[in-house]
């Protein structure tokens, strides 16, 4: 059993950055993949980044490629999400998801763990 708690969302200008958290709770926190994913009022939930359960891979959705950078603790039970250089459209609830695998994958449906999401405003 896993539960995952977001933290760290908030209003920020263009061109701002903000670090979002993830605690896990769950003795086999490190062997699960994670990921983060987001969803925008009307849109359905897409994939941000992921990781796997070592930390040695990550993966990226073209729209956040050198701007957003996903990394763990796994001594805190934590995953983070750096994003830097937002834009209006990085607007969006913002979800931390679990699995228990060493692969990431970019479908919702394979993920079993989710948090209750921040919520990460960017203005223009």
């Known amino acids: 059993q896993v539960q995952l708690v977001e933290s760290g969302g908030g209003l920020v200008q263009a061109g701002g950055s903000l670090r979002l958290s993830c605690a896990a709770s769950?003795?086999?926190?490190?062997?699960?993949?994670m990921g983060w994913f987001r969803q925008a009022p009307g849109k359905d939930r897409e994939f941000v980044a992921g990781?796997?359960?070592?930390?040695?891979?990550?993966h990226y959705a073209d729209s956040v490629k050198g701007r957003f950078t996903i990394s763990r603790d796994n001594a805190k039970n934590t995953v983070y999400l750096q994003m830097n250089s937002l834009k209006p459209e990085d607007t969006a609830v913002y979800y931390c998801?679990?699995?228990?695998?060493?692969?990431?994958?970019?479908?919702?449906?394979?993920?079993?763990?989710w948090g209750q999401g921040t919520q990460v405003t960017v203005s223009s």
């Open positions: 998801a679990a699995r228990p695998d060493t692969i990431v994958v970019v479908t919702p449906a394979r993920y079993s763990y």
């Open positions: 769950g003795r086999t926190f490190s062997s699960y993949a």
């Open positions: 990781i796997s359960w070592s930390g040695g891979f990550t």
